[in-house]
């Protein structure tokens, strides 16, 4: 069986998506950059650190879980040796 061969025309818009088109393909460098920008930002904001926190201790996220993640938190900081 030969491979169809694409048209000059064709081959020009074979690597692009079709934004706006029902089942178009998202570019996977752009899956890529929003996952790293995703979790860069749960990062900063202590998502992934409560995350970690709960998993370890074996614990439901509740308001009792956040309290005890917050001092635990403000132990360690408390802990770091203070610089200049």
């Known amino acids: ?14 690597g692009r998506c079709s934004a706006g088109q029902p089942g178009a393909a998202v570019p996977t460098w752009l899956i890529a950059t929003a996952t790293l920008l995703l979790s860069t930002l749960r990062e900063i904001f202590d998502e992934s650190a409560y995350s970690r926190f709960l998993a370890r201790h074996e614990m439901d996220s509740c ?20 610089c200049c």
Not at 63 to 82: I, V
């Open 1 to 14: 069986m030969r491979a169809s061969r694409l048209e000059p025309s064709e081959r020009s818009t074979a």
């Open 63 to 82: 308001p009792s879980a956040y309290a005890a993640f917050l001092r635990e938190q403000e132990r360690n900081k408390a802990r770091l040796p203070k």
